[in-house]
């Protein structure tokens, strides 16, 4: 049986993605499998990165992109009111159509699978997280069931019909770090999946989040063994994991939460140019930003930016100059 870590990246995000690979170097170990899921075509910064990473692999497989593509397409296809939220009319466009194709770990390398977002970073052994999937077929360790409003619209009236108010309680998650098995979500299954949705349960879909509120509703429809180990495990041992929370200590480049170890930290609600522009030499600050810079130089870190300016906050207001600037130029696009 194989196991193995996999990702979601492009281009874009090329600097995440490798801090989240060094990280899962000095953590798991160099001979860790890892499978990168290609967000779109634009992967060539990508592949000439992993070239001497023996145990990274770039996946491949056209077939399967395009199945798990189409299944998606067809999905939003039969949801009622996705276009207008999207603001697009254009039924060749689809929101973030890339992210699905995470869902490829389901026909990927490894027979069980720990997938990881590319703003991820990882702090602990997993080993945990795949012996949980001896006893189930999916394993998750967030705190997204907290907020709802992510995962599905909260105003579809159809949603109680589709999930009792207790399982929307406990048992939605966030897509960015889940552990699961290649083979599940066969074709019948799929098949079967989006004539209940076709049938009515697609609006209950939130399409701003897209593989994120499929996903639950995949597993949470299909009735697979599940566990968060935010409530499973006992409250002496759980850690927060977003970046969000101000209050971890770093200690030899790990984070702790009161002491304990986090398995990994999320930078959730960051966007990837924050981090381009940062590695960029753009002094910009936010939380957690030295652990980010170590792991992402952490085999070239003659080559990690320089900065002689005082931090500013990544999320600083822009300077009336920059308004000023901003507004003429959206006056002569007019």
């Known amino acids: 049986m194989t196991d193995g870590i996999c990702t979601l990246a492009n281009d874009r995000v090329y600097d995440q993605l490798i801090a989240l690979l060094n990280s899962i170097e000095a953590i798991a170990g160099s001979e860790m499998p890892v499978c990168i899921y290609p967000y779109d075509h634009h992967t060539e910064r990508i592949a000439q990165a992993i070239a001497d990473r023996p145990n990274v692999q770039l996946y491949s497989d056209q077939a399967s992109m395009q199945r798990w593509d189409q299944f998606v397409r067809q999905i939003w296809d039969a949801h009622p009111t996705a276009r207008q939220r999207w603001g697009n009319s254009d039924p060749g466009y689809y929101h973030r159509v890339g992210t699905h194709r995470r869902f490829c770990a389901f026909d990927g390398p490894f027979d069980r699978f720990l997938y990881m977002d590319a703003d991820t970073l990882l702090m602990d ?12 077929d999916w394993v998750v360790y967030d705190f ?38 290649k083979g599940l979500f066969d074709a019948a299954q799929r098949d079967g999946l989006l004539t209940e949705l076709r049938q009515g349960d697609a609006e209950v879909l939130y399409p701003m989040a897209p593989d994120q509120t499929i996903l ?15 409530l499973t495990l006992p409250a002496q041992q759980r850690t927060g994991c977003c970046v969000t929370s101000d209050h971890f200590a770093s200690r030899d480049q790990i984070l702790y939460d009161q002491g304990k170890r986090l398995t990994y930290i999320h930078y959730i609600g960051l966007s990837s140019k924050i981090f381009e522009r940062l590695c960029q030499g753009e002094n910009l600050d936010f939380p957690y930003r030295d652990l980010f810079l170590h792991y992402r130089y952490l085999h070239e870190p003659q080559q990690a930016p320089v900065f002689v300016t005082k931090p500013k906050p990544y999320n600083a207001p822009s300077s009336l100059h920059q308004r000023v600037f901003k507004k003429l130029a959206s006056l002569t696009r007019q």
């Open 216 to 230: 639950n509703y995949m597993v949470m429809k299909s009735g697979l063994p599940a566990c968060n180990l935010a």
């Open 144 to 181: 997204q069931f907290t907020d709802l409003s992510h995962v599905y619209d909260e105003a579809s009236p159809r949603l109680a019909q589709v999930f009792s108010a207790e399982r929307l309680q406990t048992e939605i998650f966030c897509s960015g770090f889940y552990a699961s098995k």
């Open 125 to 136: 052994s997993v080993d945990h997280i795949f012996d949980a999937l001896d006893q189930q």
